[in-house]
Nanobody, 121 residues
Framework: QVQLVESGGGLVQAGGSLRLSCADARRTLITNVMGWFRQAPGKEREFVAAVTRSDSTIYADSVKGRFTMSRDNAKDTVYLQMNSLKPEDTAVYCC???????????????WGQGTQVTVSS
């Protein structure tokens, strides 16, 4: 059973950086693709980034050039480095695991609980 646990969220000023981590706590990660989604209050969950087991990445246009997703297969962990943060990046960020790249939430089987990211202006 995959158990995804996120960490690294917090409060940061606009222009600052944060790095999120998502680990499979039981070290049983069997998914091919890991993704990050975010959900702001009153809005739908939206795709942020995804990485395949071979390190191919895809990003939402809104974060391209500012966010970088990576994975460490030996540690069953993925990361989301977020730079040049903006107030509109404020959301709960969740990691997800699936079989193939998908830009919608229902394309992923496993989900973490999420971590809050707040960017102040």
């Amino acid at each position: 059973q995959v158990q995804l646990v996120e960490s690294g969220g917090g409060l940061v000023q606009a222009g600052g950086s944060l790095r999120l981590s998502c680990a499979d706590a039981r070290r049983t990660l069997i998914t091919n693709v890991m993704g990050w989604f975010r959900q702001a209050p009153g809005k739908e969950r939206e795709f942020v980034a995804a990485v395949t087991r071979s390190d191919s990445t895809i990003y939402a246009d809104s974060v391209k050039g500012r966010f970088t997703m990576s994975r460490d297969n030996a540690k069953d962990t993925v990361y989301l480095q977020m730079n040049s943060l903006k107030p509109e990046d404020t959301a709960v960020y969740c990691c997800a695991g699936g079989i193939q790249v998908a830009l919608v939430p229902n394309g992923y089987t496993y989900w973490g609980q999420g971590t809050q990211v707040t960017v102040s202006s």
